[in-house]
């Protein structure tokens, strides 16, 4: 009697996922491809200089966006990363949340403007949103590594869809609160729907905007460890192999260093959102 009533809906997402496997496996193997020399450049690029060149460079970034205050304490924080022999690990997830990040911005903010621009595209899109946020990460990498394999790839590829969300939202949000007066004395004095969006709504939804990509780089960051298990290495993978072999020294100093990661990311993110708001105004 219960057989009456099952409906199979996991059978039903194993023959799509054969059918994608079977017919667009050159297309995956191209994203693949794309995403392996993207990640390997950046991660290259981090992990080749001496770890003090690296240092230097990032502390100057926060020094040029927040103050002395944020340029000390990020020296602080990376030399305590290389301190416990976490700087290789570290760089590593440091390129992974950057090529995520970046790829997920490019993704959403579009899509967000679109959905602002469009209550038929803001219809589709929201639902595709809740999806993607509430569907269990876990649950991305069953065909994430059926059609990628094991490597970072895999954890980029699913921490683009687990952060894709808030780009997205933020950035409709954004568009939508700017005020209706602004953007019709903009077509009063003839101004096209593009310029408008580029030279009024944009710049006055930017600080919205800028909190969505915030979050994004939030969420990728939070995705290191489910990236670390299935072969993403860095800081993800140190928290793994600490947690399958209760190795509470290694846990703890890969989760400082995650934090560590963490807060100057956030710290620079909200820096660049206000540096803009003023460039802007």
């Known amino acids: 009697m219960d057989d009456l009533f099952r409906i199979p809906v996991g059978k039903w997402a194993e023959i799509a996922l054969d059918w994608v496997i079977a017919n667009l496996g050159a297309f995956f193997d191209g994203i693949k491809a794309f995403f392996a020399q993207f990640y390997n450049g950046l991660d290259w690029l981090l992990t080749t200089p001496p770890f003090w060149v690296i240092i230097l460079v990032l502390s100057a970034l926060a020094f040029w966006l927040k103050g002395w205050k944020l ?86 590829v699913a921490t683009i869809v687990f952060a894709l969300a808030p780009g997205a939202r933020f950035t409709e949000l954004g568009i939508r609160s700017v005020d209706s007066e602004v953007v019709e004395a903009g077509q009063a004095f003839g101004a096209s729907p593009m310029r408008i969006l580029r030279q009024i709504q944009i710049p006055l939804a930017m600080p919205t905007i800028m909190a969505g990509i915030n979050q994004i780089i939030m969420l990728s960051l939070s995705m290191v460890v489910i990236a670390g298990m299935v072969g993403a290495g860095g800081l993800g993978g140190a928290v793994y192999s600490a947690l399958t072999g209760l190795n509470t020294p290694l846990g703890v100093e890969s989760g400082l260093s995650v934090v560590i990661l963490a807060i100057f990311l956030d710290r620079v993110t909200a820096s660049l959102s206000r540096k803009k708001t003023l460039v802007a105004a």
Do not use: C, E, R
């Not at 997920?104 to 946020?133: E, N």
């Open 71 to 156: 340029a000390v304490g990020s020296v602080v924080g990376f030399l305590l990363i290389y301190g416990m022999d976490q700087w290789t690990n570290a760089m590593h997830s440091l390129a992974l949340v950057l090529v995520a990040s970046v790829i997920a911005v490019v993704i959403s903010v579009p899509l967000g403007i679109g959905a602002a621009k469009s209550t038929a595209v803001s219809g589709t899109v929201k639902p595709v949103m809740d999806f993607l946020q509430t569907m269990p990460a876990f649950v991305y990498l069953i065909p994430v590594l059926l059609l990628l394999g094991i490597g970072p790839v895999p954890g980029i």
